[in-house]
């Protein structure tokens, strides 16, 4: 993000046609990229609806402070990358996205998603770290494929119950939270920096997955 700059004094790129068509790539995996990354831009430039469909689409580092509807028109896309621009918000309309497999919205100014993100089905990787949630819309739940979460340096003060329902998930960053460790708690200070994470246990040796699992039943008991 262009810290230190005010929007009013800085003068934003205008993406033609032309200009749009010289940043559309191919990926080694042989993927159509649009990469539009660090073009001091303010708004998705509507130039892009004529490029038709493609695979990725790279909007981070920009002064893009709102997303239009436009959606329909990028059904394909299986990455998107919104990270480092001024957000305030997400369209609903971003759960027409139902090819996601990575939604990047990493340093921004979000204060709230929409339930929609609920419809994004085969998403893998969601990261909202750098923004300012406090909690996650319970429809996150329904995103069976999710595979990592960021929500480092947000607001929450629990870990959002929604991610227990997500089976195949690996890890969650909830580093730099005001989340309150055992010894906050009982207002003993802490002996050594925490930092927070979830794993699946997919992911766990045999002994630390049985252990795991007796400690759940004591917890239950």
């Not at 490029?51 to 059904?75: A, K, M, T």
């Not at 919104?82 to 305030?88: A, T, V």
């Not at 996650?136 to 929500?151: H, N, Q, W």
């Not at 997500?166 to 730099?176: E, G, M, T």
């Amino acid at each position: 993000m262009a810290k230190g700059k005010k929007s009013g004094q800085t003068k934003t790129q205008r993406i033609t046609l032309k200009v749009a068509q010289s940043c559309v790539q191919l990926t080694l995996e042989g993927k159509r990229c649009l990469d539009l990354s660090f073009k001091e831009i303010s708004v998705v430039p509507k130039s892009i609806l004529k490029l038709g469909q493609f695979d990725e689409l790279h909007l981070s580092r920009n002064l893009i402070r709102r997303v239009p509807d436009i959606w329909e028109h990028f059904i394909s896309v299986t990455v998107l990358d919104l990270h480092s621009n001024y957000l305030e918000e997400v369209p609903p309309t971003i759960g027409r996205l139902q090819n996601l497999l990575n939604l990047n919205l990493c340093n921004n100014r979000l204060t709230s998603l929409p339930i929609e993100l609920g419809l994004l089905k085969k998403l893998h990787t969601l990261n909202l770290g750098l923004n300012q949630l406090e909690a996650l819309p319970s429809s996150i739940g329904a995103l069976k494929e999710l595979r990592y979460v960021g929500l480092s340096d947000n607001r929450f003060a629990r870990v959002p119950g929604c991610l227990a329902k997500l089976s195949k998930l690996q890890k969650v960053n909830l580093d730099r939270n005001p989340i309150p460790t055992e010894q906050e708690s009982s207002r003993e200070p802490p002996a050594v920096p925490e930092r927070l994470y979830l794993v699946g246990e997919t992911v766990l040796c045999e002994d630390c997955r049985v252990r795991c699992q007796t400690e759940r039943k004591k917890l239950d008991h």
